[in-house]
């Protein structure tokens, strides 16, 4: 049996850098292993968004911008809009009846980001969050989810209510989805925290040559201990070499590796370079994510068109459950 792959991004801002090497070069390698769907996932970015929706479709058409110039392709792929495909709302009720309160509220991302946050998360979907991604992904019976680590409790939290539903209802209605992790590292920030836009450390895909020269040559954070030029450097503590891991040719890495640790390179040469390396990742990216958002309403028939597709495959899940429930069918 073909795999059913299904992930999803929240159009909650751009695209940066993370966002690319991260998830989208995982999705498009995974589209063609099986049957992909691509969610933009407007509903989970209300939980954050709910004062200012107006973003929320501006940034939906930006997103699939990106998921397009990353390569993922809707021949191969269905790309669509979670709001559009209302039956994901109908399972996260039915699953929200049996799901105890306690396993949502010790999911460590909800204390945390609850913490953190800019905006008021006390709300009921909030907590909910992470029961609609499982709804996301079971109205599928998805079985790979390309995520990030940071996903990995909403994944486990998707299988216990799985098996909690199959159980319940003594029908195999939904299979196990499993996470499936990148192989690349994760992206530093540009100050070696994680890369986050709330932390303001970000490079985007968006960003012009200019910009990205400019972040990595005055923002990038070098070995703290290297004050002087003469002195030697350790690029294993330096996030400035993890991009070039990430990002330059080896020959370039093996240079920095060796030349730093004499102080036979500076670091502002060293972060010039990967700016450079950066540039050529990201300026093709950027002209085809611009190219794309020209043509708006070619990215809505893309939307439109998955939407319909993704729809009738959930529409023949909530069949199934609605008969395991003993829903009525009048
Ligand atoms: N929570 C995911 C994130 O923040 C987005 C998401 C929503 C998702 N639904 C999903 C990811 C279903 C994978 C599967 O990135
Ligand atoms: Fe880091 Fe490069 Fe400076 Fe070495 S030369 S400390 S790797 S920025």
């Given at each position: 049996?073909?795999?059913?792959?299904?992930?999803?991004?929240?159009p909650s801002g751009s695209q940066h850098i993370g966002h690319l090497v991260g998830a989208l070069d995982n999705f498009t390698h995974l589209q063609?292993?099986?049957?992909?769907?691509?969610?933009?996932?407007?509903?989970?970015?209300?939980?954050?968004?709910?004062?200012?929706?107006?973003?929320?479709?501006?940034?939906?058409?930006?997103?699939?911008?990106?998921?397009?110039?990353?390569?993922?392709?809707?021949?191969?792929?269905?790309?669509?809009?979670?709001?559009?495909?209302?039956?994901?709302?109908?399972?996260?009720?039915?699953?929200?009846?049996?799901?105890?309160?306690?396993?949502?509220?010790?999911?460590?991302?909800?204390?945390?980001?609850?913490?953190?946050?800019?905006?008021?998360?006390?709300?009921?979907?909030?907590?909910?969050?992470?029961?609609?991604?499982?709804?996301?992904?079971?109205?599928?019976?998805?079985?790979?989810?390309?995520?990030?680590?940071?996903?990995?409790?909403?994944?486990?939290?998707?299988?216990?209510?799985?098996?909690?539903?199959?159980?319940?209802?003594?029908?195999?209605?939904?299979?196990?989805?499993?996470?499936?992790?990148?192989?690349?590292?994760?992206?530093?920030?540009?100050?070696?925290?994680?890369?986050?836009?709330?932390?303001?450390?970000?490079?985007?895909?968006?960003?012009?040559?200019?910009?990205?020269?400019?972040?990595?040559?005055?923002?990038?954070?070098?070995?703290?201990?290297?004050?002087?030029?003469?002195?030697?450097?350790?690029?294993?503590?330096?996030?400035?070499?993890?991009?070039?891991?990430?990002f330059s040719d080896d020959a370039t890495v093996e240079l920095v590796n060796t030349e730093c640790r004499r102080a036979g390179i500076g670091c502002?040469?060293?972060?010039?370079?990967?700016?450079?390396?950066?540039?050529?990742?990201?300026?093709?990216?950027?002209?085809?994510?611009?190219?794309?958002?020209?043509?708006?309403?070619?990215?809505?028939?893309?939307?439109?068109?998955?939407?319909?597709?993704?729809?009738?495959?959930?529409?023949?899940?909530?069949?199934?459950?609605?008969?395991?429930?003993?829903?009525?069918?009048?």
């Amino acid at each position: 049996m073909q795999p059913r792959i299904l992930s999803g991004i929240q159009p909650s801002g751009s695209q940066h850098i993370g966002h690319l090497v991260g998830a989208l070069d995982n999705f498009t390698h995974l589209q063609g292993q099986g049957e992909a769907f691509y969610m933009i996932a407007d509903w989970h970015a209300l939980t954050s968004k709910y004062e200012s929706v107006a973003e929320v479709w501006p940034a939906t058409l930006e997103l699939t911008a990106t998921y397009l110039a990353a390569g993922l392709d809707p021949q191969k792929a269905t790309l669509f809009v979670q709001s559009l495909v209302k039956e994901h709302a109908e399972l996260h009720l039915l699953l929200s009846m049996v799901t105890p309160l306690s396993w949502l509220e010790r999911v460590p991302t909800y204390k945390e980001k609850l913490q953190n946050a800019v905006a008021d998360l006390g709300s009921y979907g909030f907590l909910g969050y992470p029961l609609l991604q499982t709804a996301d992904i079971i109205i599928y019976k998805a079985n790979r989810v390309p995520v990030g680590e940071d996903q990995l409790f909403h994944l486990e939290l998707a299988r216990e209510v799985v098996r909690r539903f199959n159980f319940l209802y003594q029908r195999e209605v939904f299979p196990e989805p499993e996470a499936v992790l990148t192989k690349t590292p994760k992206v530093p920030g540009l100050d070696g925290r994680k890369m986050s836009k709330s932390y303001g450390n970000c490079i985007y895909l968006r960003d012009s040559n200019a910009d990205i020269l400019e972040k990595c040559t005055r923002q990038m954070a070098s070995d703290p201990a290297r004050l002087r030029k003469t002195d030697p450097g350790n690029p294993d503590i330096c996030p400035v070499f993890e991009f070039h891991k990430l990002f330059s040719d080896d020959a370039t890495v093996e240079l920095v590796n060796t030349e730093c640790r004499r102080a036979g390179i500076g670091c502002f040469d060293c972060k010039k370079r990967v700016a450079e390396a950066m540039i050529r990742r990201i300026e093709p990216v950027r002209e085809k994510i611009e190219a794309h958002l020209a043509q708006p309403q070619a990215i809505e028939a893309v939307l439109r068109e998955g939407s319909a597709r993704a729809r009738a495959v959930a529409a023949e899940t909530m069949a199934d459950v609605r008969d395991a429930m003993r829903m009525p069918t009048l």
